[in-house]
């Protein structure tokens, strides 16, 4: 699924979101010409990825970079269409960011939203005995085991190759300035020693051994319009590894005061390990300025930040 992350008019989207929100293992109604055609599991939290290609012209007005989740789609043979069953369905809907009108057609504004549990049990009910072995056996699946090693990497990695071949190719730059670009991709180099400049340790492992620390680019590396951004000193913290990941991938960011903000949807076992405390909100000091503004960004682009009414 990809989605865009604001409307048109650069307000935020409930609908759009609620992307943020979902977690491997997650099952996904797929709604489409009045049916449920499909239901899908979910394999990826959110990431942001440039607008598919196929979208074609849909969609010219949005930001070129929405959020992506992956999903394993199953076609149903029995599909069914909410509105023959509403009599069965409609005391489930919920208030707000309901999928589907009280006639049971679906509302036309909705792109992703929340299903409750007992609106999904009577759906997977009427569907019958095809999406309730799929419930079942997906019930017996972790959610480390849908991820599949990771599905989503591959294209990440193939959008940030798409942008190391347009650094290679400008040639307003002198080759020891696209090597310095390049090289900060990975938290290294010029781009580490500006950040080092302003950051002298982990903000929340507090090591401070430069050979231990990476570079963490705040607004990514991939996301930057411009060499001046990859390269700002102030558009980067000195991570350890672990916190460079969790930085990276949206579940962990920070506050305007420098308070340590934890993604909902991260694993809190995992995050304790790495020596995070999610219970407790962690002061790692203030942020410059400019820190401020890269970090903003993040938050908006990359947090996987809790959205009003999800689980």
């Not at 942001?48 to 149903?76: D, M, Q, R």
């Amino acid at each position: 699924m990809w989605s865009p992350k604001r409307k048109t008019n650069g307000y935020r989207n409930q609908y759009y979101d609620f992307m943020r929100a979902v977690i491997p293992g997650d099952l996904v109604f797929s709604f489409q010409g009045t049916y449920i055609r499909a239901i899908g599991l979910i394999q990826s939290f959110a990431y942001s990825l440039p607008k598919p290609a196929e979208f074609g012209g849909i969609g010219a007005n949005w930001a070129n970079t929405g959020w992506c989740v992956n999903v394993n789609y199953h076609h149903l043979d029995n599909q069914i269409r909410p509105v023959d069953h509403i009599e069965l369905l409609a005391s489930h809907l919920p208030e707000r960011y309901s999928p589907l009108q009280k006639t049971g057609r679906g509302n036309q504004s909705v792109y992703l939203t929340i299903v409750p549990s007992n609106l999904a049990d009577q759906l997977i009910q009427i569907i019958g005995g095809e999406a309730t072995r799929l419930r079942d056996s997906l019930n017996r699946i972790s959610q480390f085991e849908t991820l599949n090693e990771e599905p989503e990497k591959p294209t990440l990695e193939l959008w940030e190759e798409e942008q190391v071949r347009a650094v290679y190719e400008d040639s307003s730059l002198s080759s020891t300035e696209k090597e310095s670009i390049v090289v900060a991709r990975r938290g290294q180099g010029l781009f580490k020693a500006r950040v080092n400049k302003i950051e002298y340790r982990c903000r929340v492992t507090k090591v401070d051994q430069i050979q231990h620390l990476v570079a963490s680019h705040i607004k990514p590396w991939r996301q930057c319009k411009s060499s001046d951004e990859r390269l700002d000193g102030s558009n980067g913290l000195l991570l350890t590894p672990s916190i460079d990941h969790l930085f990276d991938r949206g579940f962990k960011s920070f506050d305007n005061q420098g308070a340590l903000l934890v993604s909902p949807v991260a694993h809190s076992d995992s995050i304790n390990r790495m020596g995070i405390d999610v219970n407790i909100l962690q002061s790692t000091g203030v942020l410059n300025s400019d820190q401020k503004s890269y970090m903003e960004h993040h938050r908006n682009e990359v947090f996987l930040s809790e959205v009003s009414g999800a689980r």
